[in-house]
């Protein structure tokens, strides 16, 4: 028996014995699950609905309970045809969701532009605000217009296959609009605490969702990322030189909202001076050294100056959080002086005073 025959009897000896060990009331593996296509037509009420999606996208969402809450199951955005017969439908949609969830709903609203982080698009730059959708937020329930409430939506039953003919008919936004803008109170320096104001609104919100953003103190707007949420931020040594901004969104049922940012805190780290003296003859030589946690030494630069009765005589460059300062032709006697140093955008000024008895 050659090789490639014994390897044909071993495979046929090896599918008989699977076979006699199998159950024989094995019951065979279930299918996948296919996915379903939930399409339709959608149209503008009141306004050239492609106008407005050409500003931001509409959006179709498939929404499911898991757990309690409303999740996100399949998406799908409206689509225009590029010269629309008259008797086309302005837009259309096709969106696919797994057939074992038994059921969804749909969602239709227009995109905001945000990314995942929650940040203003690129396109449009960070520091901004982000204004309300121009098109109403509604949920399919068989009428032409649609539910505000996703919990008075019908399901659609999907364990049949496809489904068609979900159209719905899209109107402009209800729009809140703020009477009082958002504002931080409290200082922006380590071991404080700022406190947002959420403003005010037209119509009143029902709560206002408020995200504090910490980017970077050098690039505004650049690498904003979200640090917390809530009416406090508390600040640390992490802080010093970063950018801190809020954003507040009303919540108003039934109309769309905008998400306005406040400007921009920088955190500057506090600075302390040691200072020593050595006097000589009319003359004096003046040491420092800053101290600002959360700095490092290489960003501890700046200018310092050593003022007599208000006048200043000398300034020099700070490196690495020392100077040196070198005056001369002062009278004999002892006197006050004081030693200013400017900070940085990142570090706050500081002052030292001290007596030198000049010989």
Not at 133 to 147: E, K, N
Not at 237 to 250: F, K, M, N, R
Request: charged share 20%; with cysteine.
């Amino acid at each position: 028996m050659n090789t490639a025959t014994r390897r044909i009897v071993v495979a046929l000896l090896a599918l008989t014995a699977s076979l006699l060990i199998a159950p024989a009331n094995a019951a065979p593996r279930a299918a996948a699950a296919a996915p379903v296509s939930i399409s339709g037509n959608v149209t503008g009420g009141d306004f050239d609905l492609a106008t407005f999606a050409s500003v931001e996208p509409l959006r179709v969402d498939a929404l499911a309970l898991v757990g309690g809450t409303w999740e996100r199951v399949g998406h799908g955005t409206v689509r225009f045809a590029e010269h629309p017969a008259p008797a086309e439908p302005e837009g259309t949609f096709n969106l696919t969701v797994d057939q074992e969830l038994g059921s969804v709903r749909l969602k239709f609203h227009q995109a905001r532009c945000i990314d995942e982080f929650g940040h203003a698009c690129p396109e449009v730059g960070g520091g901004v605000d982000i204004p309300a959708s121009m098109v109403q937020t509604t949920y399919w329930d068989g009428s032409p217009l649609g539910t505000p409430r996703v919990e008075d939506a019908t399901a659609i039953d999907v364990t049949d296959g496809n489904v068609t003919n979900r159209d719905i008919t899209l109107t402009r936004s209800k729009k809140v609009r703020a009477t009082v803008r958002p504002t931080i109170t409290g200082s922006a320096v380590p071991g404080q605490v700022l406190t947002a104001q959420p403003g005010t609104w037209s119509p009143a919100a029902t709560s206002v969702g408020l995200t504090w953003l910490v980017g970077s103190g050098s690039t505004l707007g650049e690498y904003d990322m979200p640090a917390g949420t809530g009416r406090t931020l508390r600040l640390t040594t992490d802080h010093v030189g970063a950018s801190i901004a809020l954003q507040a969104e009303p919540n108003v049922f039934g109309f769309e909202s905008p998400i306005l940012q406040t400007p921009y805190l920088i955190v500057r780290a506090r600075s302390a001076l040691a200072v020593k003296a050595k006097a000589g003859k009319r003359t004096a030589t003046v040491t420092l050294a800053v101290k600002a946690p959360g700095a490092s030494k290489a960003q501890m630069q700046g200018k310092a100056s050593i003022y007599a009765k208000g006048k200043r005589i000398k300034t020099v460059n700070v490196r690495n959080g020392k100077a040196t300062i070198k005056i001369a032709k002062q009278k004999k006697g002892k006197r006050t002086y004081t030693v200013r140093y400017s900070g940085t955008w990142r570090i706050l000024p500081s002052t030292k005073s001290l007596k030198i008895a000049i010989r």
